[in-house]
């Protein structure tokens, strides 16, 4: 029976060593001679902490000896449930010098008349458990840390846990069990599923939230990432407003040339006309001086719109000869890698608008393709099908 037993303790899956009530080992399974590389013969009968020295590579304590000395000092501390002792710790020495993480139960062992006779350690690899826990350990505080705003919930919305910036974010204290719907009412369960990208205003600041799903062949619950752009957003608007005072600069710029070039052909038609006696050929130089102050007028018109509202006036215009004029006028003052191309049918396009209206959409959009093509493109204002279309390609 005897005999029994010792193979049944040897072919253990656990690591097993026994010693008896002098410190000397009796029991030393197979498992432990691939842990420690020690064979069964080579350490029964040692004793003076020896045992030790293939789990540390010095000799000190065991749980075992705890067992069988309770008033020993331990360097480590052991918990105790009933009359075992458990730990667990990092032997360095195992596995020739690897090291691995092992969970040591120590029991007293005791004759038919329950005096103690001895002590059995058990020592457990729980390597793969432990690295997957400190893993996971650092991972959580990284979260846990991150300047993202991190919260998980229930399929439902209930939330089970945020880290501190989401609570700082939201300026609250705790909202584990609240619902996510509640701290967001602007934000749907179908946004968060289908992993959309949104951004909302709260506490006078912008986030940009986005949800992920945790599945494991049937949704769990969600992930939400909560990121403060406020900053970034400041920044974008005044790179826009910089980039569209740039572009007005250049157009206002251009109608100052175009203003001083119909000036100067007023001044030559004037001079000509005070020059000839000819009444008629007179009068034809004051019409076109007079048309020519039509269109200045006109540019002054266009300059001031875009600087302040003036009052409407709707009436029949051409829309081929409004966009072609300010065609013109926007090719002079958009950037050299900017192609502006206009596209327009043989027939006249009568309509009854506002022609400042019109001109103020038209260069609002093109100025905005602009920005969209900082690396220079071609823009297109074209007619199609009953419809004005503004492409631009890069």
Known sequence: ????????????????????MTGKVIVWNKVLEEMTGIFEEEIIGKGDFEYSLPFYGYRRPMPVDYVLNPDMIYPEFLNKKADTYEIE???????????????????????????????VQIVRDITVRKTAEIELMKLYNVISHSPVGVVILEFSGKIIYCNDSFLKYTGHKNLKGENIFEVFPQVSLYEIHNSYLKELKYNNKVFRLRGIRLEEGEVLGYALFLTDVTEIRKYEEQ????????????????????IKNMLTGVKGFAQVALQTEDMELAK???????????????????????????????????????LGNIATFLKGSLKEN?????????????????????????????????????????????????????????
Not at 2 to 17: A, H, Q
Not at 292 to 297: A, K, N
Not at 361 to 388: M, R
């Open 284 to 322: 034809k130089y004051l019409v076109k001086m007079l048309s020519i102050i039509d269109s200045v007028l006109i540019n002054i018109r266009e300059i001031l719109g875009f600087g302040r509202d003036i009052s409407r006036n709707p009436e029949i215009i051409d829309l081929k000869e409004v």
């Open 239 to 258: 790179i826009i407003i910089s980039r569209k005072m740039e572009s007005i600069r250049r157009l206002t710029s251009t109608y100052a040339h175009e």
């Open 338 to 394: 900017i192609d502006l191309t206009l596209i327009m049918p043989e027939i006249s396009l009568k309509v009854f608008a506002d022609r400042t209206d019109i001109e103020k959409v038209v260069t609002n959009l093109v100025l905005n393709a602009q920005d969209a093509l900082p690396e220079g493109g071609q823009i297109k204002i074209e007619h199609q099908l009953n419809n004005y279309l503004i492409n631009s390609e890069q």
């Open 1 to 20: 029976m005897e005999n029994i037993l010792r193979r049944i303790v040897r072919l253990i899956p656990d690591g097993v060593f026994a010693i008896d």
């Open 89 to 119: 710790t990092f032997l360095p020495a195992l596995y020739g010098g690897k090291g691995a993480w092992v969970k040591i139960l120590a029991s007293p062992v005791v004759d038919e008349a329950c005096d103690l006779i001895g002590a």
